[in-house]
């Protein structure tokens, strides 16, 4: 199953309840990145704007914060979905696995995600612990980026490695690089600006699934 996971970074945060309700019935996820000024330069969503957005879509929480298990409570409070924090910000495999069991314990899938210069075996001591493993396709922290075609590498490794994973792609993603993550092996893309740059988001939705 392909599921397409919207980004709201690339929303018109102004009207984000009407952003959100643009694509309700056609998402499956929908991707809140969580940005500290640390981890990556820019800031961005924290739970207080999500208790005031009205949606049934799943919440696919993407933590790109330098203390991931700080953040979790805060997010698990809010029923949402799935959490995702970064290899590189918990390098240790016992705080790793001490994240992804607080996440499960709080009723959400656990991932964990890749930059696009960190090597596969970086997580090798927890891949076959989580639920998921988003491979970042660009540098996070910034929207609007080109595909990096060496996550198409580390896709296709996971799933001949995993054949079961969940492999979530995020950054760059068009009609054609969803094509090629398809092909690659990837189950879950995620997309912004193709998405909330469109006038008719259902039909890129569509569209990305293949």
């Given at each position: 199953?392909?599921?397409?996971?919207?980004?709201?970074?690339?929303?018109?945060?102004?009207?984000?309840?009407?952003?959100?309700?643009?694509?309700?019935?056609?998402?499956?996820?929908?991707?809140?990145?969580?940005?500290?000024?640390h981890?990556?330069?820019?800031?961005?969503?924290?739970?207080?704007?999500?208790?005031?957005?009205?949606?049934?879509?799943?919440?696919?929480i993407?933590?790109?914060?330098?203390?991931?298990?700080?953040?979790?409570?805060?997010?698990?409070?809010?029923?949402?979905?799935?959490?995702?924090?970064?290899a590189?910000?918990?390098?240790?495999?016992?705080?790793r696995?001490?994240?992804?069991?607080a996440?499960?314990?709080?009723?959400?899938t656990?991932?964990?995600?890749?930059?696009?210069?960190t090597?596969?075996?970086?997580i090798?001591?927890?891949?076959?612990?989580?639920?998921?493993?988003?491979?970042?396709?660009?540098?996070?922290?910034?929207?609007?980026?080109?595909?990096?075609?060496?996550a198409?590498e580390?896709?296709?490794?996971?799933?001949?490695?995993?054949?079961?994973?969940?492999?979530?792609?995020?950054?760059?993603?068009?009609?054609e690089?969803?094509?090629?993550?398809?092909?690659?092996g990837?189950?879950?893309?995620?997309?912004?600006?193709?998405?909330?740059?469109?006038?008719?988001?259902?039909?890129?939705i569509?569209?990305?699934?293949?």
């Amino acid at each position: 199953m392909i599921r397409i996971t919207p980004s709201i970074l690339s929303a018109d945060l102004a009207h984000l309840q009407a952003e959100v309700d643009s694509v309700a019935g056609a998402a499956d996820w929908l991707q809140v990145d969580v940005m500290d000024g640390h981890f990556v330069p820019n800031l961005s969503f924290g739970a207080p704007v999500l208790r005031n957005l009205k949606t049934d879509i799943p919440l696919d929480i993407h933590l790109m914060v330098t203390n991931p298990a700080d953040r979790l409570r805060e997010f698990l409070d809010l029923g949402v979905a799935h959490i995702s924090f970064h290899a590189e910000a918990v390098p240790k495999p016992e705080d790793r696995r001490t994240i992804i069991n607080a996440i499960r314990k709080g009723g959400a899938t656990a991932g964990i995600a890749l930059n696009p210069t960190t090597p596969l075996s970086a997580i090798d001591d927890v891949v076959g612990e989580v639920d998921l493993v988003l491979v970042m396709s660009v540098q996070p922290g910034f929207g609007g980026q080109a595909f990096q075609p060496v996550a198409l590498e580390k896709i296709h490794a996971l799933r001949q490695a995993h054949p079961g994973l969940m492999i979530q792609v995020d950054g760059g993603i068009t009609l054609e690089t969803a094509k090629q993550c398809h092909e690659a092996g990837a189950t879950n893309l995620v997309a912004g600006t193709a998405i909330f740059g469109a006038a008719d988001r259902t039909q890129v939705i569509t569209a990305l699934r293949g």
